[in-house]
């Protein structure tokens, strides 16, 4: 499962979010970008910019489990490194901002995630 995820309250950055570190690996190299994954890993946030289309981009892979604990879990650990990289990125300060910025991404990736794994159709 692949999602793009526009940060509605962030013009220029995306999110795209892969369940399965298979499709995760297959989305670095379609921006030409190293993948070293190790067998423990159960998940990833890398962080780039693209200048064909002038964003910065985000992506998150996150290795398929039973445990939807663990899931969730791991989602919020790497959105928590993804709002890193936005504060990073744009010279963000605010502690106010990054945690509303990292309750929104989280439940904006949950949405996606749950839709995708109740098997509801994805817009």
């Avoid at 423990?40 to 039973?66: N, W």
């Amino acid at each position: 499962m692949i999602k793009n995820i526009k940060l509605k309250h962030l013009m220029y950055d995306e999110l795209i979010l892969c369940y399965g570190l298979k499709d995760y690996k297959n989305m670095l190299g379609k921006y030409n970008l190293e993948c070293r994954i190790s067998p423990a890993t159960t998940g990833q946030c890398t962080s780039f910019y693209y200048e064909v289309d002038g964003y910065r981009k985000f992506i998150i892979g996150l290795k398929k489990k039973d445990d939807i604990d663990d899931v969730k879990l791991t989602l919020l650990h790497e959105v928590v490194h993804a709002v890193t990289f936005i504060m990073e990125a744009h010279d963000f300060e605010c502690d106010e901002y990054r945690a509303y910025t990292t309750c929104s991404l989280y439940k904006e990736c949950c949405d996606a995630l749950w839709s995708h794994l109740s098997g509801a159709k994805e817009s």
